[in-house]
């Protein structure tokens, strides 16, 4: 069983920076695929960035464009999301999601999910 923990969201201004964390905790985290996904009212679930345990890193270029940053911290079983320039289109709510096997931007692909944490950005 794995647990995630994320922490970061708030409300900020356009242009502004923001870092959320994604603490897990579990047998072997340290081994899961780690993604970020994001969700808007009304709107579907969207893949946001991936990572593996070995660093390997997928961004979706679509809307971040140079934006966004994934990375983890290991020793410490965290996953991060740095986002700079954030721009209103970017408010919603950000999930943490983990599982064993995949390495998918599906949200279908990831067992384990954090309960999420809201960033709104102000014009």
């Known amino acids: 069983q794995v647990q995630l923990v994320e922490s970061g969201g708030g409300l900020v201004q356009a242009g502004d920076s923001l870092t959320l964390s994604c603490a897990a905790s579990g047998r072997a985290v340290d081994t899961y695929t780690m993604a970020w996904f994001r969700q808007s009212p009304g709107k579907e679930r969207q893949f946001v960035a991936r990572?593996?345990?070995?660093?390997?890193?997928?961004i979706n270029t679509d809307f971040v464009k140079g934006r966004f940053t994934i990375s983890r911290d290991n020793a410490k079983n965290t996953v991060y999301l740095q986002m700079t320039s954030l721009k209103p289109e970017d408010t919603a709510v950000y999930y943490c999601?983990?599982?064993?096997?995949?390495?998918?931007?599906?949200?279908?692909?990831?067992?384990?999910w954090g309960q999420g944490t809201q960033v709104t950005v102000s014009p």
């Open positions: 990572i593996r345990w070995s660093d390997s890193t997928t």
């Open positions: 999601a983990a599982d064993r096997l995949s390495w998918s931007s599906s949200d279908l692909s990831y067992e384990y």
